[in-house]
């Protein structure tokens, strides 16, 4: 735009204010958000020079790729300083505020949530997504219900970056040996049972186990949208019919015969590694365990996890990696631009194509996902995306504590032959001491 008529706008919206602010029915406040708009600049620009301390728990080689050289190429004035703790998640928080190093901004995983909550380390992003105007109906409609239900009083605390989801993958050479059809998208939990007799042997001295699972993911995500605390009470909700019939699905899959597990569940290592296990319902990011092994050593491929019946295509309940801003920060609205870009089209474009399932809704970013990894070429890439994500659950700052509950409560009855009612019942006691202490500290 010229010069001269870039002073037209300003004068033509500086005349707007002043009428707006004398004109019936008008008020000093709108008139202030009205300056606030034209004074707010592009998100796109951080115009000086600025530096964003960052907490990002996790390799160096991915906060490289996905966050220090995408924001240094987008924002050549921004200058992300990377704050180590020596411990990580929650704790390592706790020990940079503890240290007076706050972060502007920081990753974190939901199962974090609670604990971070306790830290007082969540600003409310609302009032930036308006400044903006940035479009969260961009979001995949279960993403953005469960951001909303992260927060109360209409809050948005958090943004999220990337989802999770879960896929089973098997191992061609186990069926092949035995002569069982591969497993197959769509398949419900009685049917991958079916399947997994059918591969649970041994064979010349060695064991052949047909299925296995992540421990904690498919609790803390459930597909059955199972709530963990009485929002009224506080009170741990480990023993009503749905709990009842998801632990006793989990472990129907060890009570297959030569399933058993000896040590622990969920050891994904005996696909990948020892390759004695037949399939695998794990977090999407164990594919990349797969993708590091060369073909020759493991014929492997994906389908959809298995489902219930009485909920057909329904997956786990979305589960979000997110960027937060501290209240703290000096720098809320260069921090923002920069969680704002990593949720841009084109970023969420590029993550989608290296495998970070994108939070968008837009089916054209989405059918993209893994592009770029040639690893999987040939692959039901498309069990990614099939199920839809299950309804969000009430959620707590006290999940957490019951999750962790829950999945102990499963090994039990697992491997110690603890009665489902029991390990559960057991569970929620150990829940709520574990909330009751949570409370107690906020005092």
Request: glycine share 6%; net charge neutral.
């Amino acid at each position: 735009m010229k010069k001269r008529n870039r002073w037209k706008v300003v004068t033509l919206a500086s005349l707007a204010l002043a009428m707006a602010g004398c004109s019936p029915g008008g008020s000093g406040e709108a008139a202030e958000d009205r300056k606030n708009e034209i004074s707010v600049g592009s998100i796109d620009v951080v115009d000086k020079p600025v530096t964003l301390k960052i907490y990002f728990p996790y390799p160096d080689d991915v906060y490289a790729r996905f966050v220090q050289e995408p924001v240094a190429k987008k924002f050549p004035n921004v200058t992300l300083e990377r704050l180590v703790p020596s411990k990580g998640g929650p704790e390592g928080m706790g020990e940079l505020l503890s240290a007076g190093n706050v972060p502007d901004l920081f990753y974190a995983v939901p199962g974090w949530y609670g604990k971070l909550q306790l830290l007082h380390v969540f600003e409310d992003l609302s009032p930036l997504i308006k400044k903006y105007n940035f479009d969260m109906g961009r979001l995949h409609p279960s993403i953005l219900e469960t951001v909303k239900s992260y927060s109360s009083g209409g809050k948005i605390e958090i943004m999220p970056e990337s989802m999770a989801t879960l896929l089973l993958v098997y191992n061609k050479a186990i069926f092949d040996k035995f002569g069982v059809p591969y497993p197959k998208d769509g398949m419900t939990w009685d049917q991958i049972l079916t399947v997994a007799r059918g591969v649970s042997k041994t064979d010349n001295g060695t064991e052949y186990r047909g299925l296995d699972f992540d421990r904690f993911f498919p609790i803390n995500n459930s597909q059955l949208s199972l709530p963990f605390v009485d929002t009224k009470t506080n009170k741990a909700i480990t023993t009503s019919d749905g709990w009842q019939k998801l632990i006793s699905t989990l472990k129907a899959v060890y009570d297959v015969s030569g399933n058993k597990p000896s040590k622990a569940i969920g050891n994904g290592a005996l696909f990948f590694k020892d390759k004695t296990l037949a399939m695998f319902i794990g977090h999407i990011n164990f594919l990349n365990n797969l993708m590091a092994i060369p073909d020759s050593e493991l014929q492997w491929d994906m389908v959809t996890m298995p489902t219930f019946s009485e909920l057909p295509g329904t997956g786990t309940q979305v589960n979000t990696p997110f960027y937060s801003i501290t209240p703290s920060s000096a720098h809320k609205d260069e921090a923002f631009k920069v969680i704002a870009y990593l949720m841009s089209d084109d970023m969420q474009t590029f993550y989608n194509k290296e495998g970070r399932l994108t939070v968008l809704k837009d089916n054209a970013i989405r059918d993209q996902y893994g592009a770029n990894l040639k690893q999987l070429s040939g692959k039901n890439v498309k069990a990614v995306t099939s199920l839809q994500p299950a309804r969000p659950r009430p959620f707590t700052l006290y999940d957490d504590y019951v999750v962790t509950q829950l999945s102990t409560a499963l090994q039990r009855a697992t491997l110690d032959n603890v009665d489902i009612n029991t390990a559960l019942r057991e569970a929620g006691e150990l829940a709520n001491k574990d909330i009751e202490n949570h409370i107690n500290s906020m005092k």
